[in-house]
């Protein structure tokens, strides 16, 4: 890989991010916030009462590159209910070496998690490392999605070079109820062949604890969408995957899909964050 010279000698940032959620009587409130480094979130939000606490995740660099670790942490307390997202995508910049992010969710008997991030964009020649760890105690509740986008179309970039690579577990008393392991290298033959991504440049993923009927499960499949995407029901755990042109086309297909599936697993209306419309 060839890169400029200032590229193999930029600093590199070591973020952390500690949060934590408790229930008091009717009200979800943040009871840690502990940061270091050049990681945030924004005063939280009640957008739909005081039951759901929202939280915006803010990277003030605006991006991640070579040699950078951002470590997120974020447990929800019994009974409490946390939404957590992002202001706009996560860019992951070309690099001489590795970034790595590290994700720990903790979700308590009662609670209910919604991890809503933007986009994730990797520049061709980034070398992104991710690890996801989600755990989730008797009957918690999750609703979790992520979309990836290799390269920048619009730009006419392809992921010719670099690599993405990413973990996801996710365990329920200590079972593990998902376990994935990705691996993308650029130029690889997988990014067009139709075994691969077939020439898409986004693909996402959707995981939602719980359990849907069949009527629900087809309303879900019949959406009308630009993408090609599908749902399939384990037990315990709704699975929704997708491919797609463009991040905005694969985020309004997630979105369509919470839409239908908050009201039956979660028990609420789904309220778009204002944050996603600015």
Known sequence: MNLPASLLFTPSWHAELELAYARFGESTRPVMRRHQGPLRVQKHLYAEGPQVCQHIIVHPPGGIAGGDRLD???KVERDAWAQITS???AK????????????????????????LPQETIIFSAAQAELSTCINLEGDARLFYWDVVALGRPASGERFDLGHF????????DGQLLWHERQRIVGADGL???????????VFATLLVTGEIDNELLERCR???????GDLTQLPGLLVARCLASEALLARGWLIDLWRLL??????REAV?????ST
């Open 87 to 89: 202001p706009g995508a």
């Open 272 to 276: 778009l964050p204002r944050i996603w």
């Open 72 to 74: 997120i942490t974020a």
């Open 165 to 172: 690579q990413a973990h996801l577990d996710i365990r329920r």
């Open 222 to 228: 019949s959406l009308a969408n630009d993408v090609r």
């Open 262 to 267: 908050r009201p039956a697993l979660l028990g």
């Open 92 to 115: 992951w910049y070309r690099a001489a070496g590795p970034a790595y992010q590290q994700l720990k969710l903790h979700v308590a008997a009662g609670a209910t998690l919604e991890w």
């Open 191 to 201: 990014l067009d062949s139709p075994i691969g991504l077939d020439g898409q440049p």
